[in-house]
């Protein structure tokens, strides 16, 4: 069975500082993983996923198949970035369906 | 907006009744999928459809949920004789096909009150 774990509910971090939103997997087979965001009254969007290798809005995340983890990180938090973080994997099978972590609440403050 | 759609946002009931929702996915996308999301969780997957052939039905998915896609275009979720514990925010989202283009993009969801 897949499942997506991140360990922490909220991370509250001051602007300006790095930022590192913890994801761990357990997958059978090749996995896809993606980081989804939602911000304040918006519906969920795609941030970025591993295959693509970007950074988008200063954000990336490295795959490490040996740890079975996709930590997302930034190193300068900026406020616009508050937003629930969702971390996802899709399977290989017909339905490419996602499964999804249980989101962390990132908080930037001043 | 030529993003996914669902109607309505938000739905009140009481225990017993019958509702439906609405999802017109971006257009061309030939994948459409269910997702169900509680408090404090991720969105959990419940059913896909390929067009408009239902593919996968996930164990969430009680006899009182039904999904259709008659024309491979907009779809409907029903459900039947509601329950408190079917209060959530239920999330469609398409996508395009397979391989590097089936990233899924979501709608802004229908939020389920059962009295």
Known sequence: AQRVTQPEKLLSVFKGAPVELKCNYSYSGSPELFWYVQYSRQRLQLLLRHISRESIKGFTADLNK??????????????????????????????SKLTFGTGTRLQVTL | DTGVSQDPRHKITKRG?????RCDPISEHNRLYWYRQTLGQGPEFLTYFQNEAQLEKSRLLSDRFSAERPKGSFSTLEIQRTEQGDSAMYLCASSPGTGGKNIQYFGAGTRLSVL
């Open chain 2, 17 to 21: 009744q019958n509702v439906t929702f």
């Open chain 1, 66 to 95: 040996g740890e079975t983890s996709f930590h997302l990180k930034k190193p300068f938090a900026q406020e616009e970035d508050s937003a629930m973080y969702y971390c996802a994997l899709q399977n290989t099978g017909t339905a």
